[in-house]
């Protein structure tokens, strides 16, 4: 594992697409139980190369109830985003992440984590990337959630540009992020 993420650290297929250079952000480990896909770091991840070291992740860690000593403990979460690298800045965002990543590496990334319990997909990259079927629309895959259990839990992006979505989608929050603090805090 550790050759690999040598590996993967010193990537540069995306350097000619990327204004604020290569700067791969991840972490795995044998033991890793759980696997959070997500979509690309942030300028704030790019900047610090601690994978969701935002708001983003603020969140994610209280839909997890976990701390951050939990969430950066390797042996229980692999972070492994869809495109390792800052994509760059969008007219209404950050650009997605770009596609060469995930062909590249996950598949070698999971050949070497043989204790995962479960997969976290977070937003549409991920799982249209990862699941076989997908319902119309994110909320309706979320809302579903069930038929993709035990392997994968799908999640929107905890972005707070997702704000307006949490506040339409209430149920979001009384069923779903109450069965991921049920979940971790049985596992």
């Not at 959630?145 to 949490?166: C, D, G, M, T």
């Not at 992020?177 to 049920?182: P, Q, R, T």
Request: with cysteine; charged share 20%.
């Amino acid at each position: 594992m550790e050759k690999l993420l040598k590996e993967i650290k010193q990537c540069t297929i995306c350097l000619p697409y990327l204004s604020n250079g290569v700067n791969p952000v991840l972490t795995a480990h044998p033991k890793s139980k759980i696997a959070i896909i997500g979509q690309a770091p942030g300028i704030i991840v790019h900047n610090t190369s601690i994978p969701w070291n935002d708001k983003s992740g603020e969140r994610l860690r209280s839909w997890l109830n976990v701390d951050e000593a939990t969430f950066y403990n390797k042996e229980i979460f692999a972070i492994i985003p869809m495109g390792f690298c800052y994509p760059g800045k969008g007219k209404t965002g950050d650009l997605p992440p770009r596609k060469e990543c995930a062909p590249q590496w996950h598949p070698s990334l999971f050949d070497q984590l043989k204790e995962l319990e479960l997969i976290i997909l977070i937003g549409s990259y991920a799982q249209n990337y990862y699941l076989e079927t997908t319902k119309r629309t994110l909320t309706d895959t979320v809302k579903n959630y069930h038929e993709y259990l035990p392997k994968f839990l799908v999640l929107p992006h905890p972005s707070p540009r997702n704000n307006i979505w949490l506040k339409k989608n209430p149920w979001f929050e009384k069923e779903i992020v109450l069965f991921c603090k049920i979940l971790y805090n049985n596992s």
